[in-house]
């Protein structure tokens, strides 16, 4: 076990973990660096669609802003880069995946929130699996991995203790919800560079902006069992089955340990 029974019952009463560093120093600059071949456009083998930006910068990009400070996050860069693939599948990330849903593990998707200094912008309270309907049952994990310092200053996570117990919130239910005077008091989470942090799925958590001049890049990695039923594929699904698994034939989202199983994710 990667977790010690403290951290279990922590994670699974908070619906949280903060965790100790899971990147060296070379591998932090060597992903740094390829983050910023790819936002830049100096590396081809990421499709651009999977590059957003800011969206002060979606209708013209600004020749005065360097490229880096537009972008928004970049996306599935696990299905195409060598060097975040190898953070998606690190025995020091993924036995703590195996302690919180088993032995049999798929990695649904990565984001790499860029949080651009000076232009990096808030991303409001939301629950991950809400956004992600086609599974069954609605119980991922996601790591989010520091790639710089992640202070309440340039926009660290904040969560919210225990929400994950509420189930998936309706969005038009949102605001009544977080007005409640049950829910917990948020609570935010700072990261020093290597280390990241676990949460449920249902867990609602935000980032701040960040008006500061230093970067606040965060990989974020979301991990499913298995066995988890896929009730249908949406755009994006379609999207990373035509530029992902075309060679296969058929849609699978990536084994990270364990088995597969017919019919299912």
């Not at 939301?126 to 992600?132: E, L, N, P, T």
């Amino acid at each position: 076990m990667a977790l010690t029974q403290e951290q279990k019952s922590h994670f699974e009463a908070r619906g949280y973990l903060p965790y100790h560093r899971v990147l060296s120093d070379g591998e932090l600059q060597a992903l740094r660096q390829r983050s910023e071949e790819i936002a830049r456009g100096q590396a081809d083998h990421v499709p651009p669609r999977y590059v957003q930006l800011e969206a002060a910068f979606r209708e013209e990009e600004d020749a005065e802003v360097d490229r880096l400070d537009q972008v928004r996050k970049m996306t599935h860069l696990c299905y195409f880069d060598p060097l975040f693939e190898a953070v998606a599948r690190k025995a020091e990330i993924v036995d703590v995946i195996e302690d919180l849903l088993g032995p049999n593990i798929k990695l649904y998707c990565d984001q790499l929130m860029m949080k651009a200094r000076y232009h990096g912008t808030v991303t409001d309270w939301h629950q991950d699996s809400v956004a992600w309907p086609q599974f069954a049952p609605q119980d991922h994990v996601s790591c989010w991995v520091a790639l710089d310092d992640a202070t309440v200053e340039n926009g660290c996570m904040t969560v919210l203790p225990g929400s994950h117990k509420w189930g998936p919130i309706n969005p038009a239910h949102k605001a009544r919800f977080l007005e409640n005077s049950l829910i917990p008091e948020p609570e935010p989470v700072e990261l020093p560079a290597g280390s990241c942090l676990f949460h449920h799925g249902l867990n609602f958590h935000r980032t701040g902006a960040n008006p500061t001049p230093n970067r606040r890049r965060g990989l974020a990695l979301h991990y499913l069992r298995s066995e988890t039923m896929y009730l249908g594929a949406g755009s994006e699904e379609q999207r990373l089955m035509t530029e992902c698994e075309k060679p296969r034939g058929e849609f699978r989202f990536m084994l990270i340990r364990g088995r597969e199983f017919d019919g299912r994710v």
